[in-house]
């Protein structure tokens, strides 16, 4: 991805959820975002939760509220050129229109800045415990 430095990056929790090392994907992204942070439908501590366990130092989050009054509250706060939402399906590309963010579906972000899918990850495989069928 590119775009320059300008920039308003929010990641919608379920998207943020599909990537292999989301703390690895807010670093990078900070290097060409001005602003990156979560939204979500979800509880405050549920975003919370998540992102504390996975380092992520966020320069926004929802809140209590919806994700199109988060994205339109954090587009009045974070005046930059570009606000990119990225989601997951029909529904956020259509909520990103609805409130004049440009949409990235989390895999076509992915591939563009060479961020790995948790769907894509071997070290998943290499991490589980081999199943035993030697049990009655």
């Given at each position: 991805m590119n775009g320059g430095s300008d920039m308003t990056l929010a990641f919608e929790l379920a998207a943020l959820q599909e990537l292999a090392s989301p703390e690895a994907v807010f670093?990078?992204?900070?290097?060409?975002?001005?602003?990156?942070?979560?939204?979500?439908?979800?509880?405050?501590?549920?975003?919370t939760n998540f992102t504390r366990k996975n380092r992520i130092r966020q320069d926004f989050f929802s809140g209590p509220r919806g994700k199109a009054e988060s994205l339109e509250s954090v587009k009045g706060q974070f005046d930059t050129e570009r606000h990119v939402f990225v989601g997951v399906g029909d529904d956020d590309a259509a909520l990103a229109d609805e409130v004049g963010w440009e949409y990235l579906a989390?895999?076509?972000?992915?591939?563009?800045?060479?961020?790995?899918?948790?769907?894509?990850?071997?070290?998943?495989?290499?991490?589980?415990?081999p199943v035993r069928d030697d049990w009655p």
């Open positions: 670093d990078d992204a900070r290097g060409w975002s001005k602003y990156v942070g979560v939204v979500s439908e979800k509880p405050t501590y549920v975003v989390v895999e076509d972000a992915a591939e563009a800045a060479e961020w790995t899918l948790a769907s894509d990850d071997e070290s998943d495989e290499s991490d589980t415990e």
